[in-house]
């Protein structure tokens, strides 16, 4: 018997990441709301769901992109390593993913690429 996951039920995991209200750059991979907004921020830009697309997967499944953000004022020095999602309303932190290692100035501003995250199909 194949496996199979209806686009809905991937979706409604997509919707829920597209509740995030901010998109953090840090300068470490957080693990906590906390760490991600205090410990290792460096930039820091207001985001809600019109910043995210659903479409299908490049592989398979479905996806959402996050939109890219020019012009991010850059808030702590230090390297960027990382870009979270959080929902600031519940402290919670939604997302992370990796991103190219650059040296980020106070006083500075960056543009956050887009990127997106996968549910592929199971196997």
């Known amino acids: ?3 199979w996951t209806n686009d809905a039920a991937m979706d409604a995991a ?3 990441l597209a509740t995030a209200t901010k ?4 300068s470490a991979q957080p693990t906590t709301y906390a760490e991600a907004v205090t410990t290792y921020m460096l930039a820091e830009v207001v985001i809600d769901g019109t910043d995210f697309t659903k479409a299908n997967g490049d592989t398979s499944g479905r996806k959402t992109t996050v939109a890219q953000q ?3 004022s850059i808030t702590n020095s230090g390297t960027a390593t990382h ?3 959080v929902i600031t309303a519940s402290s919670t932190l939604v997302d992370v993913t990796t991103c190219t290692s650059q040296a980020l100035t106070s006083g500075g501003s960056v543009t956050i690429p887009a990127w997106d995250h996968e549910i592929t199909d199971p196997a």
Do not use: G, I, P
């Not at 998109?23 to 840090?26: M, T």
């Open 1 to 3: 018997m194949a496996k």
């Open 14 to 16: 997509l919707d829920y």
């Open 23 to 26: 998109e953090v750059v840090c």
């Open 70 to 72: 020019s012009t991010v």
């Open 83 to 85: 870009v979270a999602t």
